[in-house]
């Protein structure tokens, strides 16, 4: 499946380009960025390899992750999308699609993330209807937020490897 191309008045999410890839590194090794996000830095080629597979599961699974352009400036803002990652955790959450953001500090403080990840769950809503997961660290107020305003309710917590995790889910059991 080609992924859509999709855009608000302020943003474009688009399938993840070649030329994508420094800015994407370059957000996955801020130590700010990832803070809530596993709390490692990613090495360039974890990078890479995150960012095809976030498009290659377009044609698996008929989701997969989206580049976020600022669509005034060309500016990469961040990654949103969908994913199966096959985590092996209590609940499982393969059944659903797995919802997943983030964003660089330029988008930062501006609504981004809740517009990004609005307009994502917008196409989701229309082509994949359905109940939809999310994990996110009980310290990141900002990202439950986000799952928040995009109709995310608290379900239960799950262990991440041996991390602590809240799971939100959103239309349905």
Known sequence: MNPPTLSTDRLVLRPFEDADFPHAAAMWGDEDVVR????????????????????????????????????????????????????????DLSQWPEAGWAFSRASWGRGIGSEAVGLAHDWLDRNRPGPSVCIIDEDHKASRRVAEKCGYEYWQMALLGDHPVMVFRRGGA
């Open 36 to 91: 809530f996000i596993g709390g490692k830095t990613r090495s360039r080629q974890d990078v890479w390899f995150a960012s095809v597979r976030g498009r290659g599961m377009w044609d698996v699974k008929g989701y997969g992750n989206w580049t976020v352009i600022d669509r005034e400036t060309g500016t990469f803002l961040g990654e949103v999308g969908f994913a199966d990652f096959m985590r092996g955790i209590d609940p």
